[in-house]
């Protein structure tokens, strides 16, 4: 197995096989123009080879990589490839590709194609993307598993998104308390294949109520005769199938776990939740935040069709025009005053940016805290203290930049202490903003990453003129 | 133990730590009040009560939940709860906490009081944190090591951050090629303490060259006469010093690793790196891609004292300073044209919203895509098109509504064209601009993410205005 551990290396699986494609295309292109009949033959040839060539380049890499290239290869270039792996490790690739790639693979694929895919798989896998089949698919695909497997995918199925229950599998090696080491042993030797991440086994009691866990360490280090309920661990965290998937990540973080039991609320085991999945688990919730602090609605197929993008993409571009249709209505109420004065129409953007900028740092350091769960009743007015102090020690020294600039341009002084004193005003104001906006979502149930950025951008663009232009009214006219 | 798994349970923590903090510093209160002699028995008695009351919960929670609540603490409290902890657990809870809270914790020390926590650190421990300790006092502690801790902290001490050699661990168990199973086992069973996320062990030969790795499902499921070579995995991902720590953790995602060796350029195992301390990275780099594009330097203390924060944000605040005097003094140059037609101001900050909006939502794409590693020269064709094939899409449709706004509000048809035709072209522009900007940043060698917002809000703001200013200058006026 070819394991390429670097981003380049990665880069160059990519190209290599997108050369290969291009060889390919080039020549059917070729082949089409001359129409000979004999060409036919060539091509044939030529083009199996390239395809020859292609597939054992295929062969040797790891799954992973196979989904990652697909990732990065424009629609029809990923047909052609996926058409190239899926006999023979279809199903595994299938898991390991995004969702929004998923999608793209799944749609292209008859009813028939997908099933031969889904035969691959067994009921754990299926019951991970069983929400993105189609419905009679999935239930054709259900009639050949056995009873046991349906009935956990259709439990499985029950559980919400971003819950436990989602993320867990059945795959785990359960023992009872009254086993000796040496059975436990034997049952794990007894396996045609062990569970990934199987660094424990889980013990329960004669109606499955979970006890206790047993490293495999513990098996090898203690006396095969001992029993198993006298050398495990019943200390364990564990987790309940409605748990937050995110909660449920970070406690894999700061206890450091590998693999844990999930029981629903009789204490019955019934799933095992194992690293891998967190650790995907962490790596797309972060993503999200960052596509949702930009603006995007979801994770996005990087060669999506147009109209999809567009989708994904129009709802927080209308939100940001609405809010930029009320800035736009702020600046509207001093027009009068513009008109008087037209250098304010070329300073006021500055104090919006500076503005913004505080905002948005302010409010990324509170969701960050949010999302930490740091953020109590009481340590929240040690906070607005430390945040209104920062803004005012900035605004004072951006303040007075931003005087001498508008100096520089107008050589009017009561322009320059008006603007500079804006821009101090404005500052304060932007921190409160950025630090109250991710509260309020967080208080109101909603995410506070989701649309934070551009509800302060907005508040403090609108506060920033209103500041500005409202002093300038005042003072200047 | 007691292990809280979810953030509201980890929030009661904080609140209950908060509340015996503030009862005990509303006693000392009253009593200073009072200032009566026999006061002082009180005092003591009832402080003594809330510190013990606090130092039992304390004492229940986990060194992981411990941290949090530092975290979450200002720093007169943090230092409070830090005095409870440090003569037990200090060392655990100090490799536990976020870098900027172990910064205000080791600075609030001693020099003997910071010896005495570091005593309770081993080798790696101690490499951990090295580069955060004063020289001296590292020195000191250094002395009283073994020769083979010292020479291993002195030598992770040259691997520059972020890369593998930085995280890696000296804890791990070694076997020969020539042992057999029962060898192996033994040699655990030999061990006072088993490293963390041991599920394998690694065989080097002779003089040290990793030979192959030993998982203790292979030990458990064979017979304990086979020798050690004949079981053991071969096709091992493995680590080099130099490695990116950012390439490193995808390897573990991408393969599904609990733990690797790392060998040097001769083959040599010089250490092990853990799936505990690639979250723990993962989480870390994922949380400052966020913080940069909010225009943050690093990560910052919740409660960090405030010339800290004011450096922090500073640097960013500056250059989107300078970057919107840039886009002031675009505007500026139509200053005749707004004097003539003052809606134009009014109107103008809805183009360069829109094309801000754009812009980082294209950037946001790419970066994800570039850290994954998708963008190779071939594919880069196939994004332009499709991005600036949504940006027409969403551009006629958006332009036309703020065509209709425009026209609402001003009753101008010539008006209401140019300013939506200068929406369609700014989209245009701004996902070409979105595209560039981190592409441009990743081929000069920079992060990204790190200023990509900035960047790219200040060019499409610039190309905005100068798009819509300049069709109303050739067109309205």
């Known amino acids: 197995m070819e394991a390429p551990k670097t981003q380049d290396k990665l880069r160059e699986n990519i190209e290599l096989v997108q050369d290969l494609l291009s060889k390919q295309k080039l020549v059917e292109s070729i082949v089409h123009g001359a129409q000979a009949p004999k060409q036919e033959l060539v091509e044939s040839l030529v083009h199996r080879q390239h395809l020859a060539e292609l597939q054992t380049k295929l062969s040797r890499m790891h799954v992973g990589d196979i989904a990652h290239i697909l990732e990065a290869l424009p629609l029809d270039d990923r047909l052609t490839i996926w058409q190239q792996v899926k006999d023979r490790r279809g199903g595994d690739i299938l898991l390991e590709v995004s969702d929004a790639v998923r999608e793209s693979i799944i749609e292209s694929l008859s009813q028939e194609e997908l099933l031969s895919v889904l035969e691959q798989m067994d009921g754990d896998d299926l019951a991970f993307i069983a929400d993105e089949l189609p419905q009679q698919v999935l239930e054709q695909r259900l009639q050949s598993l056995t009873a046991e497997d349906q009935s956990w995918l259709r439990d499985s199925l029950k559980?919400?998104?971003?819950?436990?229950?989602?993320?867990?599998?059945?795959?785990?090696?359960?023992?009872?308390?009254?086993?000796?080491?040496?059975?436990?042993?034997?049952?794990?030797?007894?396996?045609?294949?062990?569970?990934?991440?199987?660094?424990?086994?889980?013990?329960?009691?004669?109606?499955?109520?979970?006890?206790?866990?047993?490293?495999?360490?513990?098996?090898?280090?203690?006396?095969?005769?001992?029993?198993?309920?006298?050398?495990?661990?019943?200390?364990?965290?564990?987790?309940?199938?409605?748990?937050?998937?995110?909660?449920?990540?970070?406690?894999?973080?700061?206890?450091?776990?590998?693999?844990?039991?999930?029981?629903?609320?009789?204490?019955?085991?019934?799933?095992?939740?194992?690293?891998?999945?967190?650790?995907?688990?962490?790596?797309?919730?972060?993503?999200?935040?960052?596509?949702?602090m930009a603006g995007l609605s979801g994770e996005e197929d990087l060669f999506a069709p147009v109209l999809d993008s567009v989708r994904n993409r129009g709802f927080w571009l209308i939100i940001n025009l609405i809010a930029a249709f009320i800035v736009s209505r702020v600046i509207g109420l001093f027009?009068?005053?513009?008109?008087?004065?037209?250098?304010?129409?070329?300073?006021?953007?500055?104090?919006?940016?500076?503005?913004?900028?505080?905002?948005?740092?302010?409010?990324?350091?509170?969701?960050?805290?949010?999302?930490?769960?740091?953020?109590?009743?009481?340590?929240?007015?040690h906070l607005v203290r430390k945040e209104v102090g920062v803004s005012i020690l900035n605004g004072v020294m951006l303040g007075v930049v931003v005087a001498l600039f508008a100096y520089l341009f107008y050589q009017n002084t009561a322009l320059a202490l008006v603007i500079g004193i804006a821009m101090l005003l404005t500052m304060i104001v932007a921190a409160i903003i950025g630090l109250s906006v991710p509260i309020l979502l967080e208080k109101t149930g909603h995410d506070p990453a989701l649309g934070s950025s551009i509800i302060t951008t907005a508040t403090t663009d609108s506060m920033g003129f209103l500041i500005f232009l409202g002093l300038a009214t005042m003072f200047l006219i």
Chains 1, 2 share one sequence.
């Open 159 to 292: 559980y919400e998104e971003d819950t436990v229950g989602d993320l867990m599998s059945n795959e785990m090696v359960v023992v009872h308390d009254t086993d000796t080491l040496a059975e436990a042993a034997l049952k794990l030797r007894g396996l045609d294949e062990l569970p990934i991440h199987n660094d424990k086994l889980f013990v329960v009691d004669r109606r499955g109520i979970l006890k206790g866990v047993l490293s495999l360490q513990t098996i090898l280090l203690n006396e095969p005769e001992l029993s198993v309920a006298k050398v495990m661990a019943t200390d364990v965290v564990k987790f309940a199938p409605d748990d937050d998937a995110s909660e449920a990540s970070k406690a894999f973080e700061r206890y450091d776990l590998v693999s844990a039991p999930v029981v629903n609320t009789r204490g019955k085991l019934i799933g095992r939740l194992t690293v891998d999945v967190v650790m995907d688990y962490i790596r797309d919730e972060t993503e999200e935040d960052v596509l949702n």
């Open 335 to 381: 027009e009068g005053t513009i008109a008087q004065l037209v250098s304010l129409a070329v300073l006021m953007p500055i104090v919006a940016a500076v503005g913004g900028n505080i905002g948005n740092q302010t409010a990324a350091l509170i969701i960050r805290a949010l999302t930490k769960g740091q953020i109590s009743s009481q340590n929240t007015f």
